[in-house]
């Protein structure tokens, strides 16, 4: 949104993610699924929260590695529903984990989580929600559209006037495909 552009540059919170990651390419399956964590967590919060507990999500998801994650039983959904560095949600702590399960079957299906966003691509958001819906859980329309703005899949992640987006459009993102 443009908005972020006003108030990320030089932020200590928000300058950093706005400058050098929202809205830039990524393909890494742990990048990916951080990110769709952290949309997920923010669902109801403001994003500065998630982002000042970005590393203690790090730490408690064991950076985010699907394999790992996805093994998580009752044990680690109470360490993690008892780490005060986290957002403490049960059913967000519970999506996340049921979505790393799914992303370990789209490495059947698709190859991965970065192809599987890949072959749909391009899509409208409305079909982009309905295929994450289908997909994932947790994952409304606010959740995906940030997502997938978050990797230069929809644009609008910065104002055209942003000297970000001149960086981004560098990196070819694939809303400029």
């Excluded at 923010?42 to 929260?49: D, F, K, M, T």
């Excluded at 994650?69 to 049921?98: C, F, M, P």
Aim: net charge positive; aromatic share 12%.
């Amino acid at each position: 949104m443009s908005w972020y552009c006003d108030i990320a540059p030089g932020h200590p919170v928000h300058g950093p993610y706005h400058d050098t990651e929202y809205g830039f390419p990524a393909s890494d399956e742990s990048v990916l699924f951080e990110r769709l964590a952290l949309e997920i967590m923010q669902a109801g919060l403001s994003w500065e929260i998630v982002l000042k507990k970005r590393q203690g999500l790090f730490d408690a998801f064991e950076g985010f590695k699907a394999d790992t994650v996805a093994r998580y039983g009752e044990a680690e959904t109470l360490r993690l529903l008892s780490d005060a560095r986290i957002i403490r949600n049960k059913l967000k702590v519970a999506a996340i984990i049921e979505n790393a399960k799914r992303i370990r079957g789209l490495r059947k299906s698709h190859g991965g989580f970065s192809a599987w966003i890949e072959a749909h691509h391009p899509l409208l958001k409305e079909d982009w929600v309905k295929l994450f819906k289908k997909t994932f859980v947790f994952t409304g329309g606010e959740v995906v559209n940030e997502f997938l703005m978050s990797l230069g899949y929809l644009p609008g992640a910065h104002r055209p006037d942003c000297k970000i987006a001149k960086k981004i459009a560098k990196a070819k993102p694939a809303w400029m495909r």
